[in-house]
């Protein structure tokens, strides 16, 4: 049993010398669609009109006062596409793989969406499921929610939600490849599916509250998940002081009498005790922040002095936010080209920027990870391993040198890695996130570098850069190549560059 989220981050750490291996048993294999059979399910409006600006333009919105808040169907329909649907559709063996809008390790899919309509014009109040394969939301339980998610979400006094955003992750998906270490990708994905959502609100100028702390129990309870096995880890709150009152006072009516038992992901599931055990440990809500600019000094790191990140002399943006979010798709084919600095200048400021929709209002969990990267051949910049100040919009030389043959041996051996231009770092130190927040904290931490990763993916898109997420690697050797304290490590490593041939995906 391990008994604290540093413990879980060491007992799933691959090591080159001592790795379990083992083949995949197909007889197991997860199902990557959640349904509800028999259920009712109501089509999503077609889409006839994508937002046009690009992701630079859309992460710098403001968002719009309350009272210009109208939610339709035809309006949710946008939003819900943008963020999570299918894209490209192939053949592998014998049977159709679907890509889709959302990265996730081993095209795994652990994550499900659940929108409450409180106030949603069009559309029936209820907790409704959203079913990506049929472009569809299926009603699971009838009427309004407020009540219940009032008990487990905080709700900001005057304001009433309009909608709401449940997403959660299915714990076997993941762990059915990489087992214990399965946990670490149920996070990453998990916050990919975030920062869509959140970009997807955003380019519709939907004001909505991101919330990392909520009572676990009674938010699963109110999705009707199987806690065992499907958990809510994130929740987007679109609140008005404007929206009218319930209809009537009463309790949701479940539209089946097993909604629990759609959670199940493979007829033989293998329990993994350590991936509950950490479930189970970060389960407790904590509002303790954790300061950034202590988690910036705290990684053991020497940094060298910063230089300003300065503003590309032309958009290195080929497309829109809404095209590159429909064709983004992970590329290995790196090769060795220079990169040029408006696109690393581009990519940089892009990361910068607060997806949240308060303007004033921090993403929660950001203050828990430290950006880092190393370079290649950019022009304009010293080859060298950087961390990036969010803060002060600079870039700060750890050391100088070529690193990423380095990197891509401690990667598993996956010598494409060397290839790349940039190598993004999302790091963090376990012990300060630990003190600070509780293993809530490691959540925390976890689902920031996941949004960080799926927002690098759409801006390389953007600029037809390749880009590839990796979640595995000899743990123990990449902190001692980067040079890392005993309490810090790497959560997630995406790569960037050139690639031999840009192409169409999902």
Known sequence: MVESAREYHSVTGYRRYNMGGGRLDWGKQPTVFKTYPGLTTVSLPEVTAWPDANLSTVLAERPPPAAELEIDLERLSGVLLLTHSLTAKTRYAGEDFYYRSVA?????????????????????????????????????????????????APMEEGKRPVLVFFLTSIFFRSSWKYRERGYRYNLLDTGHLTENLCLALKAERVPFR??????????????????????????????????????????????????AGQSWASTREVNYHVVRDIHRLSSRASTAPVDALEMWNSLGLDLKQGQKIKAPEKTPELMTYAEAVFRRRSMRNFVKKPLPSDNLQGLLRMLCQNASAVAASPSPGQDAISIGFLARDVQGLESGFYIL??????????CPGLLMEEMASACLGQAWLANCSLHFLFLTNLALVE?????????????????LGQRIYIAAASMQLGCCGIGAFYDEEVSDLLKLNTESALLYLVAVGPVKRWSVGG
Do not use: W
């Open 104 to 152: 996730s390790a081993g095209a795994l899919y652990p994550f499900e969406l659940y929108v409450a309509a409180v106030s949603v014009a069009g559309l029936d109040q209820g907790l409704y499921h959203q079913n990506v394969k049929d472009r569809g939301l299926t009603l699971v339980r009838s009427g309004d929610v407020t009540q219940e998610l009032s008990v487990g």
């Open 210 to 259: 991101l919330i990392y702390n909520f009572d676990d129990e009674k938010i699963n309870d109110l999705l009707r998940v199987d806690p065992r096995r499907e958990g809510c880890l994130a929740v987007a709150l679109v609140e008005s002081p404007y929206a009218p009152g319930a209809v009537a006072a009463r309790p949701c009516l479940d539209a089946s009498n097993d909604l």
């Open 389 to 398: 100040d969010t803060m002060r919009e600079a870039v700060n030389l750890v």
């Open 435 to 451: 003190r600070a927040a509780g293993p809530r904290g490691y959540r925390h931490a976890m689902l920031a570098a996941g949004r």
